[in-house]
């Protein structure tokens, strides 16, 4: 393959790894959420919220501690997203890209591949500022004494928490995106490479295994069973 063609082959093609993966991954959460672990923490997530709405006196500080915990992470990654984001904006005018290694070919197509970057880490910038939206809101509804025994609000307390980690998590893999493209200043190869193994790395680290299935489905069960005694 002749070197100004690896671009326009193996950048879309590493983009169709990650995206197939990820495809894969938001219908398993639909379908089989015990088979992911995004899945099963919001599961584990919406069973937390109940039982610490359960007795807000009691439960509060610790539920305010928790998310505040979520809201420290999520900062913390909007800040790192912004710095870098302007970091690339200062350095922009920088061109002087060298050709190391093959299929790399200097400053073509440096703009483009500095856009991606600041467009992905401004995109994980987003997506947890957002997180941080739905935390902050989570922390006053879940300590409210008024909402303790009223199932609806309290699922709708779940779906709000669970909407910031999911924002979490998108940003994440902003994050995971970005080391590709930044791979991609040095060279088409490594790109693909590294889409490559960020899919790979990513299906082992996101799905669960029988035991855990097993684990949190007896913890699940035994809190409905909770539940209905209770009611």
Known sequence: MEERQLDFVLVPLGLVVLGTYHVWLLYTILRHPYRTVIGLNALSRHQWVLSMMTDPFKNGVLAVQTIRNNIMASTLLATAAITLSSLIGIFSSNDSTSKL?????????????RLSI??????????????????????????APALKGKKDYIEYVAITLNRGSFAWSLGLRAFYLSFALVLWIYGPILMFVCCCLTSFLLYFLGTT???????HSKSFRERENEDAESA
């Open 118 to 143: 600041s467009v992905c880490f401004l995109i994980a910038f987003l997506c947890n500022v957002q997180s941080i939206r739905y935390y902050a809101h989570v922390s006053f509804l879940i300590t």
């Open 101 to 113: 290694l093959y299929g790399n070919k200097g400053s073509l197509c440096a703009a483009i591949k």
């Open 209 to 215: 295994t029988q035991i855990t299935r097993d684990l």
